[in-house]
């Protein structure tokens, strides 16, 4: 969605809809509960065909801002307000205060958050976990994928996975709750230091499994993000997969100026 430069009218006519639609969703004219318009009413209000709206009500679901079920049209989704996402929020004073980086962040924002532990347990490494973890394919890693919530709704799933070696000796790690500041504060508390933490984004259409356990309308966007915690001897002691409804999300990065 967006518009030509220079004023020049050349962006599509159902774009321009699902403009307007999405307007009168953030600026409240369409509240959260509320049920968009009908295809019919919108062709005629608008005095489109129905083929122009059914575009146009595909990128206004793409926005992640209403939830669309078969035979009860789209309803304005009570999304909770942006949050945040920053580098710091894996500083080592967090995790000695007993905040992993999640509750401090949901703190910090004045949201209630809270996580359900999926999984817990051994799995085998696929071929992907098992390179940025430096292990052979289908050695023994420990996985936790966890479910997290801000104000009730889900907004990101996440799975760990850390080598069998380091994780066997660390009981807390095979707990729901690992303790104050989580599992980054285990890991350090049995010598592994942390160095840096490496992360790599990318977008993409939510599957309809992912639209399913974040709530979202089918093809929303999501953030998949990957971060590799790597130790001051230079060894990823985790690999973690997350996954983030993209319209929950900012995220701002400490970049330094001098090398």
């Known amino acids: 969605m967006g518009t030509a430069v220079g004023g020049a009218r050349s962006v599509p006519r159902y774009v321009e809809i699902a403009d307007e639609i ?9 509240k959260p509960g509320d049920t968009v318009p009908s295809e019919s009413e919108l062709m005629d209000r608008y ?9 146009a009500m595909t990128e206004v679901r793409a926005s992640g801002l ?3 079920r078969h035979g009860k049209g789209s309803t304005v989704k009570d ?3 942006v949050r945040h996402r920053s580098s710091d929020r894996f500083r080592r004073s967090l995790r000695r205060g007993g905040k992993a980086a999640y509750l401090a962040e949901s703190e910090q924002s004045g949201a209630t958050a809270k996580v359900s532990v999926l999984y817990i347990g ?3 490494a696929p071929e992907d976990i098992a390179e940025r973890l430096g292990v052979e394919v289908g050695a023994k890693v420990l996985a936790r994928r966890r479910l997290y919530f801000r104000n009730g709704t889900p907004v ?3 799975t760990s996975y850390l080598p069998w070696d380091v994780a066997k ?3 807390e790690l095979f707990a729901e709750n690992p303790g104050g500041g989580g599992i980054y504060a285990r890991l350090e508390d049995h010598g592994h230091e942390f160095a840096e933490y490496v992360e790599t984004l990318q977008a993409r259409p939510a599957s309809k499994a992912e639209s399913s356990e974040l709530a979202l309308s089918p093809g929303a966007p999501v953030i998949h993000l990957i971060r590799n915690a790597v130790t001051v001897d230079g060894r990823v002691v985790e690999a973690c997969d997350t996954l983030m409804a993209a319209d ?3 995220f701002t990065y400490r970049i330094p100026a001098v090398d």
């Open 248 to 250: 929950q999300f900012v």
């Open 122 to 124: 051994p799995v085998e």
């Open 66 to 68: 209403v939830e669309t």
């Open 47 to 55: 005095g489109v065909s129905g083929g122009t709206i059914r575009r």
């Open 156 to 158: 990101e799933t996440a």
């Open 169 to 171: 000796d660390i009981p």
């Open 79 to 81: 999304r909770p307000p």
């Open 22 to 30: 999405v307007l009168q969703i953030r600026q409240g004219v369409l």
